[in-house]
């Protein structure tokens, strides 16, 4: 059986709303890295990261929801 993590079960007892409300968020900070990125401007690189993957977790989320 797979393992899953505390931010992962977390995540997946969110209702519908709270999830897109999460995605959008989480997409404004991409944007935001991006562009801070681009400009020279962002200090933590590896936070790129951890949001495509929070993001990835929450759409799989809304998924997992909207064929239940």
């Given at each position: 059986?797979?393992?899953?993590?505390?931010?992962?079960?977390?995540?997946?007892?969110?209702?519908?709303?709270?999830?897109?409300l999460?995605?959008?968020?989480?997409?404004?900070?991409?944007?935001?890295?991006?562009?801070?990125?681009?400009?020279?401007?962002?200090?933590?690189?590896a936070?790129?990261?951890?949001?495509?993957?929070?993001?990835?977790?929450?759409?799989?989320?809304?998924?997992?929801?909207?064929?239940?």
């Amino acid at each position: 059986m797979a393992k899953t993590s505390a931010k992962a079960q977390v995540i997946g007892e969110l209702s519908a709303d709270d999830l897109q409300l999460q995605l959008r968020e989480l997409k404004q900070e991409a944007l935001n890295l991006r562009l801070q990125k681009a400009t020279g401007q962002l200090e933590n690189s590896a936070r790129i990261r951890q949001v495509r993957r929070e993001t990835a977790q929450v759409m799989t989320a809304i998924t997992a929801k909207s064929l239940a």
